[in-house]
């Protein structure tokens, strides 16, 4: 088991994105807007062409706590699934879970002079 389930006994912060089944409606987007639980820092959307997903940074001792309780916001938030639960090259580091085995995004390509 990693630290990551079994817990560490000290509460971190913990950093993943939530990937929803569909781009938000206008709808689910003014309702979004009202909802104070998605105002406090902890979770932000970010949209692109066909695609939603929400940022997390959660405080829990695991990163399974961290998750239950993001998905825990959208109790509130009819009609809204998420999809997957996802961590890039970013998270895995900030998460201590980094290792050899994970591929880092190449760099910039520089332009030519």
């Not at 979004?32 to 949209?47: C, E, P, S």
């Not at 809204?80 to 996802?86: A, K, M, N, Q, T």
Request: charged share 20%; net charge negative; glycine share 8%.
């Amino acid at each position: 088991m990693t630290d990551s389930q079994r817990g560490t006994g000290t509460v971190r912060n913990w950093y993943f994105n939530l990937v929803l089944d569909a781009p938000l409606t206008e709808d689910q987007s003014n309702t979004l807007a009202h909802l104070d639980r998605f105002n406090d820092g902890r979770i932000g959307l970010a949209v692109r062409p066909g695609y939603s997903r929400f940022m997390c940074s959660f405080e829990a001792e695991t990163l399974t706590e961290a998750v239950a309780e993001a998905l825990g916001f959208f109790e509130e938030f009819p009609g809204v699934l998420i999809r997957s639960v996802e961590m890039d090259h970013f998270d895995l580091r900030d998460n201590g879970m980094a290792t050899p085995a994970v591929v880092p995004t190449p760099p910039p390509v520089k332009a030519a002079p």
